[in-house]
């Protein structure tokens, strides 16, 4: 268990207001990452982090933030929530091992509700 | 356009049959695949790997074959048991050492019926 734990587990919200969803991790890995997962899409990659402070944009980030303040929280914001933004939502890290990729360790996922 | 393609949205198979999952990729770059399962209501799990310098890797009842060539990959379960049925993801990066983001295909929705 990579000690990945996402909250909150479930959320409805109303459409324009903003939201924060959480991922915190136990084993001070620096990748972390977020997706969404919808119907016929798969997992699509939002933002990621590789440090402290250091961010990067993923295949469908408009209309999200991310922050790491410190290693193992990793914040994804919803600025002014839309109902496309109704998802299930992972986090990840990556769990590599020196030159081995074991690929990503995934949250238990957070699904959002945007009514 | 999706880099990462697995056309069959669904497949049932009986218990103790083989499952073959397929994935298609469009990048010639990827060198690194990847199969995760997803149950309802958790995370994706990393299944199993393979590195594009192989054709074949087994990990118990899996076994992930690659064919560069055809830019194809099909995941075999032998034999198939209900507790098998779930979501399979194909994923693909371009390094298996560095730490670029995997790009994922749409999934199949597996069904093992007993």
């Known amino acids: 268990d990579a000690g990945i734990t996402q909250s909150p587990r479930h959320k409805v919200t109303e459409t324009g207001t903003p939201v924060t969803l959480r991922c915190h991790q136990t084993?001070?890995?620096?990748?972390m990452y977020w997706y969404r997962q919808d119907p016929g899409h798969g997992l699509r990659l939002i933002h990621y982090?590789?440090?402290?402070?250091?961010?990067d944009k993923g295949e469908v980030s408009d209309g999200y933030s991310v922050s790491r303040s410190k290693t193992e929280d990793f914040l994804l914001t919803l600025e002014s929530a839309t109902s496309s933004q109704t998802s299930v939502y992972f986090c990840?890290?990556?769990?590599?091992?020196?030159?081995?990729?074991?690929?990503?360790?995934f949250g238990s996922g957070t699904r959002l509700t945007v009514v | 356009d999706q880099q990462v393609k697995q056309n069959s949205p669904s497949l049932s198979v009986q218990e103790g049959r083989i499952s073959i999952l397929n994935c298609d990729y469009t990048?010639?770059?990827?060198?690194?695949f990847l199969w995760y399962k997803k149950y309802p209501a958790e995370g994706p799990t990393f299944l199993i790997s393979?590195?594009?310098?192989?054709d074949k890797n087994e990990d118990g009842r899996f076994t992930v074959f690659l064919n560069k060539s055809a830019k194809h990959l099909s995941l075999h379960i032998v034999p198939s048991q209900p507790g098998d049925s779930a979501v399979y993801f194909c994923?693909?990066?371009?390094?298996?050492?560095?730490?670029?983001?995997?790009?994922f295909g749409p999934g199949t929705s597996l069904s093992v019926i007993p």
């Open positions: 994923a693909a990066s371009v390094s298996k050492t560095s730490y670029d983001k995997v790009i």
């Open positions: 393979i590195s594009s310098i192989k």
């Open positions: 982090s590789y440090g402290v402070k250091d961010t």
């Open positions: 990840a890290i990556l769990a590599g091992q020196g030159n081995t990729n074991y690929g990503y360790t």
């Open positions: 990048n010639s770059m990827f060198d690194y």
């Open positions: 084993e001070n890995h620096r990748y």
